[in-house]
């Protein structure tokens, strides 16, 4: 668990690229029949991890404590949340390649294909609600993307928890 909470603060500065926030990937799933409307209180999960960087921590918990708030959940005083919450990040290098078709001056007729290669980081952030009765995990998101500049971190990062939670609770409306 301590090389996943080493990596955790640099893949919160991997949810987009460079060229913005449009380029995350959000998918959520929730669990089929789950009555969302009686959970009205939360709580981030105990043994939560945090990211290695406190900075990068702080703002995913604003972030998403903004969001639950914001869908008229509050967090719980009494120690007795309906739901709890927990994140998790991580980073992978990949290898991307773009392939582009041209043709030669001189031999029009002669097409080639060239694909340019490059190494990538993508970060993912998963944010999970879960039951604190049952466990179930009642509500699950996943944000994912390339890298942003150093500048760009914070915005990227409630981009990302805002667009999880457009789709919290499911269904509504």
Known sequence: MRAASAILGPALALLASA?????????????????????????????????ADPVNHALITRAVERELQAKGLRKATDGKPALRVRYYAKVEKKVRGRGTKGSSLAEPTNLRTTVDFKRVEEGT????LFDNESRLTLWRGVASGMAPRPDEVQEVIDDAVQRLFAKYPPNAG
Request: net charge negative; aromatic share 8%.
């Open 125 to 128: 952030l998963i944010v999970e």
């Open 19 to 51: 060229a913005g926030a449009q380029d995350i990937e959000v998918k959520v799933e929730s669990e089929p029949g789950a009555d969302f409307s009686r959970l009205r209180t939360y709580d981030w999960v105990e043994t939560q991890e945090p990211a």
